[in-house]
């Protein structure tokens, strides 16, 4: 079970690696001109603990991240020599332009906090599709730079415990020959740079997309809060003793492991979600007469909540939704309990659901739905009809108490 958890992650991570190979090329500069891994150990032991909590909080916030790791990397540069020969995300035209991003960010979500529920829903989802595009270019770069290095200090650092000689029984090469072994170990760091960064950024990802869900700007600056404490206590304590931090990006590691499952389908769900909002896909859909693709809700046994899957109509007139774990796996088939004439559907203010009579969420529907609700459930046959849920339903109920016209639901199906 703990290995059909983690095979996709390494799958990704393979597929990353290979992605990975020409941007890390083009980032290598010459290790002369290379400051250290944050911390002041210069052991080879040092060098990997410093490693996994700079891939741990690199992919905590990918953008913040990789713009602080160049700024530090500026920072400690002896002249202008050696700034120029840092990678490009330790330029000034880079991580300053970055850094001043972020504060925009920042600002949007103080404010955030007086706006009207919904009002920045479109900033978020932009932030949501920033978070993927630094994300992957941080796999894609800045992890393979920061491996490659580690690599190469970590023979350097054995070739000076033994005397310049080299390691590994190696003493009769010299130096230059033995650093340039450093490309065997990037075959084995590289791929675990990118699984770890893989896992951890789901689970952190995850919070871009529970803030695209929150309909409170108090929550969402919140989860934020809590996202940029842990990663400046992972930079702090690397800073005092690199294996505190690496105790600590490890404890944060295991946990984005167990919750990776939930953090797919979240990653999953905000990207479908993402899209469909941003190209108005909805002005160019229309549901099917049956295999229409949705996400399971909490109140579906046995399938776990935002699976992406297909609800389909039986011939006998039942429904059940046919899904993929991990969307490469098997396929599972669920038989829904209740009766089509049971359901219908609450239309929100972005994205509806398809409810039970008690009013428990079955499925969710992406935006793509959003105004085909009531041809989706004539096509199920839906005896519910579609009714206000959410914020409209108390947009409608406050527009009734203040004696206007509050939305009508229409007549069951």
Request: aromatic share 10%; proline share 7%.
């Amino acid at each position: 079970m703990r290995m059909k958890r983690f095979t996709p992650v390494l799958v990704v991570a393979l597929l990353l690696t290979i992605i990975a190979s020409p941007f890390a090329f083009a980032a290598s500069a010459p290790a002369a001109g290379r400051p250290p891994i944050i911390g002041a150990d210069k052991s080879p032991s040092a060098a990997f603990a410093g490693a996994i909590s700079t891939v741990t909080g690199i992919a905590i916030s990918p953008l913040l991240g990789t713009a602080a790791y160049g700024a530090y990397q500026w920072m400690l540069a002896k002249d202008d020599m050696a700034r120029a020969a840092l990678p490009w995300f330790a330029q000034v035209k880079f991580w300053l332009p970055a850094l001043i991003l972020i504060g925009v960010v920042a600002a949007k979500d103080s404010i955030g906090t007086m706006l009207p529920p919904g009002a920045k829903k479109p900033l978020d989802v932009l932030e949501v599709i920033e978070n993927k595009m630094s994300g992957l270019v941080a796999a894609g770069a800045v992890i393979p730079f920061t491996m490659d290095f580690l690599s190469k200090e970590f023979v350097q650092q054995m070739n000076a415990m033994n005397g310049g000689g080299g390691f590994d029984g190696l003493a009769t090469l010299p130096f230059a020959a033995s650093f340039h072994l450093s490309w065997l170990l990037n075959i084995l760091t590289v791929p675990f740079g990118i699984a770890v960064f893989a896992v951890v950024w789901m689970a952190s990802h995850a919070i871009n997309v529970l803030i695209l869900l929150s309909p409170w700007g108090a929550i969402d600056a919140a989860l934020k809060a809590a996202r940029t404490s842990l990663l400046g206590l992972i930079v702090l304590t690397t800073t005092i003793n690199p294996w505190v931090g690496a105790s600590l990006s490890i404890v944060v590691i295991i946990i984005a492991y167990f919750v990776a499952g939930w953090a797919f389908r979240l990653t999953i769900f905000g990207t479908i979600f993402s899209w469909d909002y941003l190209t108005l896909r909805r002005h160019r859909f229309s549901p099917a007469e049956n295999d229409n693709r949705m996400f399971a809700g909490p109140n579906l046994p046995g399938v776990p909540i935002r699976s992406y899957g297909r609800l389909v109509q039986r011939t006998a007139g039942g429904l059940e939704f046919v899904y993929r774990p991990w969307l490469v796996l098997a396929p599972r088939v669920a038989p829904v309990s209740a009766e089509p004439a049971s359901l219908g559907i609450g239309e929100g203010l972005i994205f509806s659901d398809i409810v039970t009579r008690d009013n428990r969420t079955l499925f969710s529907l992406p935006p793509r739905y959003r105004g085909h609700e009531e041809t989706l459930a004539r096509a199920y046959l839906m005896g519910g009809g579609v009714r206000p849920a959410g914020i409209r339903k108390a947009w409608s109920s406050l527009l009734g108490m203040l004696g206007g016209r509050a939305a009508q639901s229409p007549a069951p199906v």
